[in-house]
């Protein structure tokens, strides 16, 4: 009996043994890729964090944008993303989704300068801007946005919220996300020190990222009278629906396209089924 139990205890005890042998192997030797290379764990892989979930006007099947929110969205734009990210495949005229008036649009349209051709000359040239143009480019090409950006070319932000997965929320996350290098990255990682002109992030990809935080402080953009008080979230989260807007201008129609499919469905299958049921009633199979 005694022989028994000294048996269990050491098994035990060799068990306990393998376990701690086999979890500091994992923690410590490389780990497969995606691809089946064995790469060793990386910065990146271990404080990468997925976007944060907002609760969107537009999330679901039945969700519309929020006009006022879009609204205060390109404000937040103009005056802030403006300054370097271009707009370059939105025309001025579908501001009139946002609830501009012509008006409105006119005087948006007219205070940008728009590249054009000289109809005598063929030489290059500006003119006001007209609702049938589109946002102009920030930088006539990359070499000068690298030139006035630390040698990184700020994207045009028009599909952004379709480039990246989860758009909307990552492009709030990413606006509120800088903040210091945690001290424990630094000890397990101390390579990946952010370097300077680099900004720590850890929802942008590799967490160093060149842009600097465009939203810092709260009233940073002045909202008109009864609307919310403009924190830095809040002015995330609006710039970010308006660009989800900007990607996917025509979500709301649709959503409301494809709840119309799926009712003709399920009545027409209805149908068909009744229509089933009255040409087989009473017939042997």
């Known amino acids: 009996m005694v022989r028994f139990l000294g048996g269990l205890v050491g098994l035990f005890f060799a068990g306990m043994l393998l376990l701690s042998f086999i979890w500091g192997a994992v923690s410590v030797v490389p780990v497969l890729s995606e691809h089946g290379k064995l790469v060793a764990p990386t910065a990146e892989s271990e404080f990468h964090e997925h976007p944060r979930q907002v609760a969107w006007s537009f999330n679901g099947p039945f969700g519309k ?32 989704d946002l609830g501009y008036n012509e008006a409105e649009i006119k005087a948006i349209a007219k205070a940008h300068q728009v590249p054009a051709i000289d109809p005598n000359t063929g030489e290059a040239t500006t003119h006001e801007g007209t609702p049938a143009d589109k946002f102009p480019l920030v930088y006539p090409n990359d070499v000068a946005a690298r030139a006035a950006n630390n040698n990184a070319i700020p994207p045009d932000l028009s599909l952004m919220a379709k480039a990246r997965h989860d758009g909307a929320n990552y492009i709030h996350s990413l606006l509120t996300g800088f903040r210091e290098q945690p001290a424990e990255l630094l000890r397990k990682f101390p390579d990946a020190k952010t370097g300077e002109g680099l900004h720590y992030n850890p929802y942008f990809a590799n967490l160093n990222i060149a842009m600097a935080p465009p939203l810092t402080a709260e009233g940073q953009v002045t909202y008109g009278e009864g609307q919310p008080k403009p924190t830095v979230d809040q002015m995330a989260q609006d710039v970010s629906a308006f660009l989800m807007w900007a990607a996917e201008p025509k979500l709301e129609a649709r959503k409301s396209t494809g709840v119309g499919v799926l009712i003709f469905l399920i009545f027409g299958t209805v149908l068909a089924y009744m229509a089933y049921q009255n040409i087989w009633a009473g017939k042997e199979h």
Do not use: K, T
């Not at 006009?67 to 501001?95: D, I, K, N, P, T």
């Open 65 to 96: 944008y929020d006009e006022a929110q879009l609204q205060r969205g390109f404000q937040v734009y103009s005056e802030v993303c403006a300054a370097c990210h271009s707009l370059h495949q939105v025309a001025f005229r579908s501001l009139a």
